[in-house]
């Protein structure tokens, strides 16, 4: 049964690191384009970043440029999403989804295919 399964998350504190994994089961994620997106509750879903098929070309939401990069090992079937300097606006559960088409919109209703989500919490 096809699955995207995220892990890494957990609480740090402002300024630290975290690197989440967006690991695919039951299928090739060597076709898909891949989108990071987090979720706060009582706000809509956002893109935070993506990453095409190849890896060749990605786009980062403005509030984590800089600060996040995102990368993909598709001898592994996984996604990365390496976060640092976090802030305690960074809070959210975050997602993986993929795409057969990249976008450099990065928006949900582009990605069909969703992982449960991992929490991350930036406090001290």
């Known amino acids: 049964q096809p699955q995207l399964v995220e892990s890494g998350g957990g609480l740090v504190q402002p300024g630290g690191s975290l690197r989440l994994s967006c690991a695919a089961s039951g299928f090739t994620l060597d076709y898909y384009a891949v989108g990071w997106f987090r979720q706060v509750p009582g706000k809509e879903r956002e893109g935070v970043s993506c990453i095409s098929s190849s890896g060749a070309t990605t786009n980062y939401a403005d509030s984590v440029k800089g600060r996040f990069t995102v990368s993909r090992d598709n001898a592994k079937n996984t996604v990365y999403l390496q976060m640092d300097g976090l802030k305690p606006e960074d809070t959210a559960v975050y997602y993986c989804?993929?795409?057969?088409?990249?976008?450099?919109?990065?928006?949900?209703?582009?990605?069909?295919?969703w992982g449960q989500g991992t929490q991350v919490t930036v406090s001290s």
């Open positions: 989804a993929d795409s057969l088409w990249y976008h450099d919109t990065c928006r949900p209703e582009e990605y069909g295919f």
